[in-house]
């Protein structure tokens, strides 16, 4: 494990059209010890192309292609990611999603100083092409398990995690729906807590034909974890989702 190196995971599925924002991203990044895992989710996927064609136009930039005979899946990508990085703290961006060139110096720091293993901030939700809406998502200064159950506010890819603190085998993301929700929720449970930066530092990218079917597909997703990732009782589901559609929908307003 290499002591101040970032290993950043993302799994890659049908992202050639938004793939190389993100690696450029990454590459502006003012923090510069940092190694990049792309993990392809199927051999045949269109992205391979443009991530190998960016590659060789920069050298210099640590990227790390990892290409997956069939489709897995997000979580197993990100699993394999992490499985293959060598770095002290990992970072998520996913394929289609924008970093603030300071990201990584201010969690780094952020974490240093406050001894946080799990850190995450606030985001901006962006158009299709990635440009700023102005809804900007707030975040607390700390969210315990019960927090989170109530307010599911933790985006994949503003989390970054020490494994000096969280060990590897802690973060490895379930294998269902909404897998990231699941692990955070299974890292609080522990009675760990996370710690938010209040401060926009990604752009999430939300192409505007999928947002209705994202909106029922989450209702499923959210309710499921309660009853069956957390395996809560109903009467207790309800509580919890009531919470998370006021917040879910203030989110987005």
């Given at each position: 494990?290499?002591?101040?190196?970032?290993?950043?995971?993302?799994?890659?599925?049908?992202?050639?059209?938004?793939?190389?924002?993100?690696?450029d991203?990454?590459?502006?990044?003012d923090?510069?010890?940092?190694?990049?895992?792309?993990?392809?989710?199927?051999?045949?996927?269109?992205?391979?192309?443009?991530?190998?064609?960016?590659?060789?136009?920069?050298?210099?930039?640590?990227?790390?292609?990892?290409?997956q005979?069939?489709?897995?899946?997000?979580?197993?990508?990100?699993?394999?990611g992490?499985?293959?990085?060598?770095g002290?703290?990992?970072?998520?961006?996913?394929?289609?999603?924008?970093w603030?060139?300071?990201?990584?110096?201010?969690?780094?720091?952020?974490?240093?100083?406050?001894?946080?293993?799990?850190?995450?901030?606030?985001?901006?939700?962006?158009?299709?092409?990635?440009?700023?809406?102005?809804?900007?998502?707030?975040?607390?200064?700390?969210?315990?398990?019960?927090?989170?159950?109530?307010?599911?506010?933790?985006?994949?890819?503003?989390?970054?995690?020490?494994t000096?603190?969280?060990?590897?085998?802690?973060?490895?993301?379930?294998?269902?729906?909404?897998?990231?929700?699941?692990?955070?929720?299974?890292?609080?449970?522990?009675?760990?807590?996370?710690?938010?930066?209040?401060?926009?530092?990604?752009?999430?990218r939300?192409?505007?034909?999928?947002?209705?079917?994202?909106?029922?597909?989450?209702?499923?997703r959210?309710?499921?974890?309660?009853?069956?990732?957390?395996?809560?009782?109903?009467?207790?589901?309800?509580?919890?989702f009531c919470?998370?559609?006021?917040?879910?929908?203030?989110?987005?307003?």
């Open positions: 494990m290499k002591q101040d190196l970032v290993s950043i995971v993302t799994p890659v599925y049908h992202a050639q059209d938004y793939i190389v924002q993100t690696l991203s990454v590459l502006s990044q923090y510069p010890n940092w190694e990049h895992i792309l993990v392809v989710d199927g051999a045949e996927d269109p992205t391979i192309a443009p991530i190998r064609e960016y590659m060789d136009k920069n050298p210099q930039a640590n990227i790390r292609l990892v290409i005979g069939t489709n897995q899946g997000a979580a197993h990508a990100r699993n394999r992490v499985e293959e990085a060598q002290r703290y990992i970072a998520y961006i996913d394929a289609d999603d924008i603030r060139a300071d990201k990584l110096s201010k969690q780094l720091a952020f974490m240093e100083s406050t001894g946080a293993g799990f850190c995450f901030s606030g985001y901006e939700f962006g158009d299709e092409n990635a440009e700023g809406t102005g809804k900007i998502v707030r975040v607390p200064e700390t969210i315990s398990y019960k927090q989170a159950l109530k307010n599911t506010t933790i985006f994949t890819s503003t989390v970054v995690f020490d000096g603190i969280i060990p590897k085998e802690e973060i490895r993301m379930p294998i269902m729906k909404s897998e990231d929700t699941a692990l955070w929720w299974k890292i609080l449970r522990s009675g760990r807590l996370g710690y938010g930066i209040d401060e926009n530092l990604v752009t999430y939300r192409p505007a034909q999928s947002l209705s079917s994202n909106k029922l597909e989450a209702v499923r959210i309710w499921n974890l309660y009853r069956k990732a957390e395996g809560l009782s109903v009467p207790v589901s309800i509580y919890y919470f998370w559609a006021v917040t879910a929908v203030y989110r987005r307003i």
